[in-house]
């Protein structure tokens, strides 16, 4: 457990917990990702085909929420496979199609060996004990999962914030 100060006499304290599952549940869970999946897949086949039909006819129409949740509801009628699942985390996917439709895929490797701020990388893997990054080219030091965090948005083309807020480079 690690606790940190807010300032005012009282703190909060962070947890970390590894799960580990047997081998039933983790086929479980497997199953329960893949028909999310296909879920997903299907949002975006009906989002394109939605905005095929609009470029063809000039049309307006949307793929919104209530369009895909109809569309969730039909595959479960339809597929018994798809019922057997739970209907929580499958609702919850069209709520996030329905939130963010790009995704951008970036290749995890050497997240926390490189530098967020200069993109240099490190020599040497940093140990899971030590959790404070400190790069060796520029001299900035951050915890090391937001530093990873930091370079995998970099990496997908974005430009993120930090915690609070200020995007580097910006007055």
């Keep these: 457990m690690t606790l940190q100060e807010t300032g005012t006499g009282t703190g909060h304290a962070r947890w970390t917990f590894r799960l580990r599952v047997s081998a039933t549940t983790e086929a ?4 329960e990702w893949g028909k999310c999946r296909w879920i997903w897949n299907e949002a975006v086949a009906k989002s394109r085909a ?7 006819t000039g049309e307006k129409n949307t793929c919104g929420p209530a369009r895909l949740d109809k569309m969730l509801t039909e595959a479960r009628t339809r597929n018994a496979w798809l019922r057997d699942g739970s209907s929580v985390p499958q609702q919850q996917i069209i709520r996030d199609f329905g939130k963010s439709r790009e995704v951008r895929l970036i290749h995890p490797a050497h997240t926390t060996m490189d530098c967020a ?3 240099a990388r490190a020599k040497h893997a940093l140990p899971l004990g030590m959790r404070t ?7 900035v030091s951050s915890p ?7 370079v995998m948005l970099v990496r997908a ?15």
Excluded: F, I, W
Aim: with cysteine; charged share 20%.
């Design 117 to 119: 701020h200069c993109g």
């Design 133 to 139: 990054y400190t790069c060796t080219a520029c001299g």
């Design 28 to 31: 479980q869970l497997m199953s």
């Design 50 to 56: 939605v905005h095929q039909r609009n470029k063809a």
């Design 144 to 150: 090391r999962d937001k530093n990873s965090a930091r």
């Design 157 to 171: 083309g974005l430009n993120p914030a930090d915690v609070e807020g200020v995007r580097h480079g910006c007055a």
